[in-house]
């Protein structure tokens, strides 16, 4: 099953557990991959030190690794999953934004979880990522459906602001608005500026007429 946030943000209904508190960037993308100058290349790197047996360096080949079988992201029942499950305070550490490129382009585009770092949670809007806050007992409530319930699965609506599972059970979620309507419509920051890309250019025209001395060369 597959749930479409935005016409380009889609989630797999497929839930992948990771029942750990306490969930730092640097667990989620240890430090040495950092050194990596492009803006991809991350996914392959996701939790890295608990995924892989061996010690991962930037630009390594992966495919030939030991991996950790126990670790959910080697599990073939996770596999292709677009949804994550964790527990409190997740995101906490350090503020990189490549922690939300790894999880997004391992292809995660929502995380759902008691409370997130806040640096974090505002980090996933900017890439992508739907982070949704639920109480405790909903989170506990999930993570007993999918172990209990063999192929469960969940769809998000984002519109509307619920999670949905195929029994019909429904849990609401909040999300600020603005947010909201920036992954309704595959905006990021930059985005949202270039809308008003014909409001600048006017503005800079009655700045040269108003203000010449700022465009003065010396």
């Excluded at 839930?15 to 969930?23: K, T």
């Excluded at 405790?136 to 469960?152: C, H, I, S, T, W």
Aim: overall charge negative.
């Amino acid at each position: 099953m597959e749930t479409s946030l935005t016409s380009g943000h889609r989630a797999n209904g497929t839930i992948l557990q990771l029942d750990r508190a306490n969930v730092d960037t640097d667990a989620i993308l240890p430090k040495q991959f950092l050194m990596i100058i492009e803006r991809s290349g991350f996914g392959q790197h996701l939790f890295d030190e608990w995924r892989y047996l061996d010690h991962g360096e930037p630009y390594q080949d992966c495919s030939k690794r030991p991996l950790n079988l126990s670790f959910p992201l080697n599990q073939p029942r996770y596999e292709g999953a677009g949804i994550m499950l964790a527990r409190g305070n997740f995101g906490c550490g350090s503020s990189r934004e490549h922690a939300p490129w790894a999880l997004h382009e391992w292809g995660i585009r929502a995380i759902i979880a008691p409370s997130f770092a806040e640096i974090f949670y505002s980090n996933c809007f900017k890439n992508g990522i739907l982070p949704i806050v639920l109480d405790e007992v909903a989170v506990e409530n999930l993570f007993v459906a999918v172990e209990q319930l063999p192929g469960y699965q969940i769809s998000i609506d984002l519109e509307k602001q619920e999670i949905v599972d195929g029994h019909g059970n429904r849990v609401p979620f909040d999300v600020d608005p603005f947010r909201k309507h920036c992954l309704l419509n595959g905006l990021d920051e930059v985005g949202m500026t270039l809308l008003k890309a014909g409001a600048i250019r006017e503005f800079e025209k009655t700045r040269i007429v108003l203000e010449p001395w700022l465009y003065e060369r010396f």
